[in-house]
């Protein structure tokens, strides 16, 4: 396998186990509808959240959660919403960014809240 899919999955991996520290209950891994994907789908109490992934090991052209451009919240939210009528959702959803930045052997592990905001509908 490539390195920077390695990466990535190991990424989501750490994301994870950080998510379950922070009290989320994860409920699918990877979920595909087309070409569309959501990294993780989770609860946080009552909440159903979509949560992107994004891994990096250098900062030189921004944080890891700046990467999540327009282009992919307009994809999540497609995605998201697909995924909300199969289950036929009612209740808050929100959208959050995992964000962990690798250097020196060391991992730097934040979590983006409300990261963006759609119409799914």
């Known amino acids: 396998m490539a390195k920077h899919l390695e990466f990535g999955q190991q990424g989501e991996r750490e994301a994870q186990a950080f998510l379950r520290t922070q009290g989320y209950q994860i409920l699918q891994l990877n979920w595909r509808y087309k070409w569309w994907e959501i990294d993780i789908i989770a609860k946080e109490g009552d909440i159903l959240t979509f949560v992107e992934v994004k891994s990096r090991s250098s900062t030189q052209f921004g944080e890891p959660f700046q990467f999540v451009d327009l282009k992919k919240?307009?994809?999540?939210?497609?995605?998201?919403?697909?995924?909300?009528?199969?289950?036929?959702?009612q209740g808050d959803i929100?959208?959050?960014?995992?964000?962990?930045?690798?250097?020196?052997g060391k991992k730097d592990i934040s979590l983006v809240k409300d990261a963006f905001w759609g119409s799914y509908s």
């Open 73 to 89: 919240q307009k994809n999540l939210i497609k995605a998201a919403g697909v995924f909300l009528k199969q289950i036929n959702h």
């Open 94 to 104: 929100r959208f959050d960014i995992v964000s962990i930045y690798s250097h020196n």
